[in-house]
T-cell receptor
Framework: DTAVSQTPKYLVTQMGNDKSIKCEQN?????MYWYKQDSKKFLKIMFS???????INETVPNRFSPKSPDKAHLNLHINSLELGDSAVYFC???????????????FGPGTRLLVL | RKEVEQDPGPFNVPEGATVAFNCTYS??????FFWYRQDCRKEPKLLMS???SGNEDGRFTAQLNRASQYISLLIRDSKLSDSATYLC?????????????FGAGTQVVVTP
């Protein structure tokens, strides 16, 4: 009964390739996020969707394109992968409602991306 | 300057001892504060929220000092299972949607 699941868990690919990471949550949450955790362990938000609408779009190369087909899914597509994209990508979800940033975020297990 | 800063550690703590560490934040408009825990090669999980008056959850005590803009976490009677990286999280309401800002984490290693 995984609450937030991501696929794949590991992704090894060549520079220049295009890849996608999928995320699904079964918690009934209205908000989903993508974070990148680099080698220094710093967890940085990339995107956030609330009820399928993009609400946070940090300074991320436009090679990264999120897509939310419904409230339970948030996918991340990356074009023309670069060496610097190697990191762990975490999906998360929360029920924002009216709590405005006080809610708990639940994270997926992460996708370890290695670009060669 | 990073918005949320933490001493990376590691803090090496004998089992049964007490350890405490802080997290400083730069935005005085910061609204909500949390401690998350991240085990090696795992996802972050909420440990506890931090309330203005300070709060306890078992062996864990969190404090907020708004004047000096830091939060703290104290772990009493440390267990081996407390070994992890502790992430400080701060949210700000710069627009309608508060963003979660994570610190880089403080590593705690509890030794037998």
């Amino acid at each position: 009964d995984t609450a937030v699941s991501q696929t794949p868990k590991y992704l090894v690919t060549q520079m220049g390739n295009d890849k996608s990471i999928k995320c699904e949550q079964n918690l009934g949450h209205d908000t989903m996020y993508w974070y990148k955790q680099d080698s220094k362990k710093f967890l940085k938000i990339m995107f956030s969707y609330n009820n399928k609408e993009l609400i946070i779009n940090e300074t991320v190369p436009n090679r990264f394109s999120p897509k939310s087909p419904d409230k339970a899914h948030l996918n991340l597509h990356i074009n023309s992968l670069e060496l610097g994209d190697s990191a762990v990508y975490f999906c998360a979800s929360s029920h924002r409602g009216t709590s405005g940033g006080r809610e708990t975020q639940y994270f997926g297990p992460g996708t370890r991306l290695l670009v060669l | 300057r990073k918005e949320v800063e933490q001493d990376p550690g590691p803090f090496n703590v004998p089992e049964g001892a007490t350890v405490a560490f802080n997290c400083t934040y730069s935005n005085s408009a910061s609204q909500s504060f949390f401690w998350y825990r991240q085990d090696c090669r795992k996802e972050p999980k909420l440990l506890m929220s931090v309330y203005s008056s300070g709060n306890e959850d078992g062996r864990f005590t969190a404090q907020l000092n708004r004047a000096s803009q830091y939060i703290s976490l104290l772990i009493r009677d440390s267990k081996l299972s407390d070994s992890a990286t502790y992430l400080c999280v701060v949210t700000q309401r710069t627009d309608s949607w508060g963003k979660f800002q994570f610190g880089a984490g403080t590593q705690v290693v509890v030794t037998p």
